[in-house]
Structure formats: structure tokens, C-alpha cells
């Protein structure tokens, strides 16, 4: 008797051990919240456009880098950026974004106010060809921005709009966002080559 109940306790506890494996997170998650592997997370970092956050919970979650969506009130955000005219005109709004100083936009490499100057010239160039505004420069935090003061203009995020829709993390050297008046968007988030923001406005332009 003594021996079969404790047969039936060892059996019960087996099978605890193993309903709990089942069950027992990864601490890695997709862009869903779904539990996946360290291998298939880190799989996606390495060959696809993803970026690896804290989750939150002490664990991390994939987010893709090339964010592409709808807006229910694209308006708003032309509006706050004082681009109300651009909005009625069909212009697009293009927002360059500043996360704050990290280990990318204070080393110094490819990132001093002289490059900066060329390529928002390049960034002129391309919204009068593609219709858009002039590009808005905006932080969710000014520290490290002093190397621009009197050659680029940046403002606070109002409210922290765009960082509350758009850049919802501290995403590494910068991020860009091109919005459409038909609320249509897309943007990449992270250090990303400047060719992208045009190619950026040329899928909105055609409607991809």
C-alpha cells in the first residue's frame, strides 16, 4: 500500500515537472507577444529587419524595424508640426527623430553637423520632388544636440505624439517616419541610410 501511493506521488510529480515545461516562458517574444526560441529571436535580429527590446517583464521582444500602418487621424500630426497647409495641399509629412545621446548618434562617425547639412539638403531635394514638407526635426530628449545649434533646428516631440505612435522605444541612432494625408505611413526605426527616407515617399506616392 505505502509503496504504491508513494509510486502514484513520484508519477503525479513527473507529471508536474512536465506540464510546467510545457508551460514555462522563454523569456523571448515575437512582435505579437507570442512566446518563441532564443534561436528563432535571434534568427530574426540577425537576417531580418528586427531590433530585440525588453519586454517589460525581463524577458525581450522582437519589433520590426520598418514599421508600415494606417492612421486613423493622420491630420493631427501635420497640425501639431504646424504643417495644417501642407495637409490640406496633399503634401506628405516627413519627421526626422531624435531619441536622446546613446552609443550611436555621440560617436562622432558619419554623424557630425557638417554630414548632417548635406544630407538635409539632400532631404530638401527629394520632398520637393516627391511632394512632401520640409523634413521636421524632432527629440524625445535634447542631450547631445548641441553640435547642431544654429545649423539644424530641432524641436520637442509635442506631447510625445510621434514617440507615442511611431517610436515607442529608444531605438538606436534616430528614426524617420514619412506620413501621407491619407494616413498611410512608413518609416524605419534605428540608424537606417538616407536613400530609404526617398524610398519611403516614393511607395507612399504610389500607394504600396
Known sequence: MVL??????????????????????????????REISREYFEKQILEQAYFGIPDGEGGKMLVHRMPVGLLDNPEIFFQE??????????????????????????????NNADSFQKEHKTLLKWAEKHLATEPVYLYANPSGLEKYQGKISYKPDPDSLFQKQFFKYPYPCGSFVVIHPNGAFRGILGGYPLSQVEVAMKKLRKGE
Do not use: H
Open 4 to 33: 504504491n501511493v508513494i509510486r502514484i506521488i513520484w508519477l503525479v510529480g513527473i507529471s508536474l515537472v512536465a506540464l510546467s515545461s510545457s508551460f514555462a516562458q522563454t523569456g523571448y517574444k515575437d512582435e505579437l507577444g
Open 81 to 110: 508640426t504646424g504643417n495644417e497647409q501642407a495637409f490640406r495641399e496633399g503634401k506628405m509629412l516627413l519627421v526626422i527623430f531624435y531619441p536622446g545621446k546613446d552609443g550611436c548618434n555621440s560617436s562622432g562617425q558619419g
